[in-house]
């Protein structure tokens, strides 16, 4: 174990406190539109990897996990991520919710074949309105137990705090998203909350495409501490594309976990389509 479990909480929610108290004095960024409200396409995909860009989105995420478990196990999941900024003045408010559909082959022997709906993820994200050198948005997060099968969630509704933090230096777009989630409800049985998860997030952007890498850490203060680490590494390519009127982004990435619990994947590779509707 890298520290021990009470003092890395209080050290990852004293991170979460110290953005959310010293980032008041930043502002975010808005998307600049041209005379004829139309964006550049260099403007649209750095306004698509910043997670709190006034920019109605919906995100769809492909992922393939390969080699769970005892098996070597293959699972699918479908993530519809649709983003929803409402402008409440000087402050923006971005509305995330995660639905994630998955298809999963038992991992371990004795386990079933399970499809349906697991836990979906509400995150909201106020933040200011007028533009800045650092982007920044501090808020709740909730996940709610929506799952159809026990294999696919937790039976808990947990929540707390996210936040995160980006800054646009030429052609890089770089930050980091937090959260971290408690159980406060629920089915008593089921297994209790406590989840901390880091997403760094580096983009460099050419003329005709970007290079980008966005894994998300994670530490279960639940588990054991050898299934207590997620540690993907990897990275991918994507571009703008254009379907009639409507921008898409188009990414895909692989990643190999480095550590991670027993019944994880080994690697993984996402396929992203996301939708932009700029005003």
């Not at 998860?197 to 050898?226: G, K, V």
Request: proline residues 7%; charged residues 20%.
């Amino acid at each position: 174990m890298f520290f021990h479990k009470n003092r890395g909480r209080v050290l990852f929610g004293a991170a979460l406190l110290s953005c959310a108290v010293s980032l008041p004095c930043m502002a975010g960024s808005p998307i600049d539109y041209d005379k004829d409200g139309d964006v550049e396409d260099d403007d649209l995909v750095r306004a698509s990897q910043n997670p709190v860009a006034d920019l109605i989105s919906l995100p769809i995420k492909n992922r393939f996990n390969f080699d769970r478990g005892d098996e070597d196990a293959f699972a699918y999941e479908m993530e519809f991520q649709p983003v929803l900024p409402m402008n409440l003045g000087e402050w923006n408010l971005i509305n995330r919710f995660i639905v994630p559909i998955a298809y999963q082959e038992p991992a371990f022997e004795g386990q079933s074949y399970d499809t349906g709906l697991r836990n979906i993820t509400y995150q909201a994200f106020f933040s200011p309105a007028a533009p800045s050198g650092i982007i920044w948005g501090v808020g709740p997060t909730v996940n709610m137990p929506t799952n159809t099968e026990n294999s696919l969630g937790n039976d808990k509704w947990s929540g707390g705090p996210a936040f995160v933090a980006l800054t646009m230096q030429g052609p890089w777009v770089m930050g980091l998203l937090g959260q971290q989630f408690w159980d406060f409800a629920g089915d008593d049985d089921a297994e209790d909350v406590d989840l901390s998860s880091l997403q760094y997030f580096i983009n460099y952007n050419t003329p005709d495409f970007y290079l980008t890498t966005s894994p998300t850490m994670a530490y279960n203060w639940e588990a054991d501490s050898d299934d207590a680490w997620t540690i993907p590494i990897g990275g991918g390519i994507g571009k703008i594309f254009h379907f009639g009127e409507t921008p898409v982004d188009m990414r895909f990435s692989s990643y190999r976990n480095v550590e991670a619990p027993d019944s994880a994947a080994d690697w993984y590779a996402e396929f992203q389509i996301k939708f932009l509707f700029p005003k």
